[in-house]
């Protein structure tokens, strides 16, 4: 079973909500990552969870909050977004990070609009 | 610079009619290429992982083939079914807790 799970699957927020996404995994997986894709762009990398501990931040805005609360699970804490934010949300799993040829599973996005 | 680089942007075939797609790389050390398929608002589907120049990878209509400078999925007999957008992205030994996505072909299959 490859499946990464994420709630919610839609999402609309004004830029003075705090919201949070989701995602599960029980593949075992000990990397997790958050990814934001705007349309007919590929994804675009935002942070790398590893043994549960940040291990990579693209320079993300800090209205944007990753937290692992254990190894199957990812949290995205959403606060004071802008309308640019608006964009397809997606977790991915994968056993280790940065492991030759290592797979990565994707979820399947909340899409998130800010308002 | 890890790059890559998918051609073409889009391509409409019609129902039964091969093609290839196109992924060509520059990387500082390949770990990895991958394959993905992307529906419209949903996240990618994982397709294939190649590891060196001269693997080949299969899966029903789909076959994707890999050498030191680029990597082909060809679609034989294609279906409306196939239609949807194929990223490639790959690891390289520097920076390899990250993937380097291609722009994605866009494929469309009419009936």
């Known amino acids: 079973d490859t499946e990464v799970t994420q709630t919610p699957k839609h999402l609309v927020m004004g830029m003075t909500n705090k919201k949070s996404l989701k995602c599960e995994q029980h593949m075992g997986h000990r990397a997790m990552y958050w990814y934001k894709q705007k349309a007919k762009k590929p994804p675009e990398l935002m942070f790398v969870?590893?043994?549960?501990?940040?291990?990579i931040n693209e320079s993300v805005p800090s209205r944007f909050s990753p937290e692992c609360p254990n190894s199957s699970l990812l949290n995205l804490h959403l606060h004071a977004l802008q309308p640019e934010d608006s964009a397809l949300y997606l977790c991915a799993s994968s056993l280790t990070s940065g492991g030759a040829g290592d797979t990565q599973y994707f979820g399947p996005g909340t899409r998130l609009t800010v308002l | 610079e890890d790059q890559v680089t998918q051609s073409p942007e889009a391509l409409r075939l019609q129902e039964g009619e091969s093609s290839s797609l196109n992924c060509s790389y520059t990387?500082?050390?390949?770990?990895?290429l991958f394959w993905y398929r992307q529906d419209p608002g949903k996240g990618p589907e994982f397709l294939f992982t190649l590891y060196s120049a001269g693997e080949e990878k299969e899966k029903e209509r789909l076959k994707a083939t890999l050498t030191k400078k680029e990597s082909f999925l060809h679609i034989t007999a294609p279906k409306p079914e196939d239609s949807a957008t194929y990223l490639c992205a790959v690891q390289a030994r520097q920076g390899a807790q990250k993937l380097v996505f291609g722009q994605g072909t866009r494929l469309t299959i009419n009936p």
């Open positions: 969870y590893s043994y549960e501990k940040l291990s």
């Open positions: 990387v500082s050390g390949l770990r990895g």
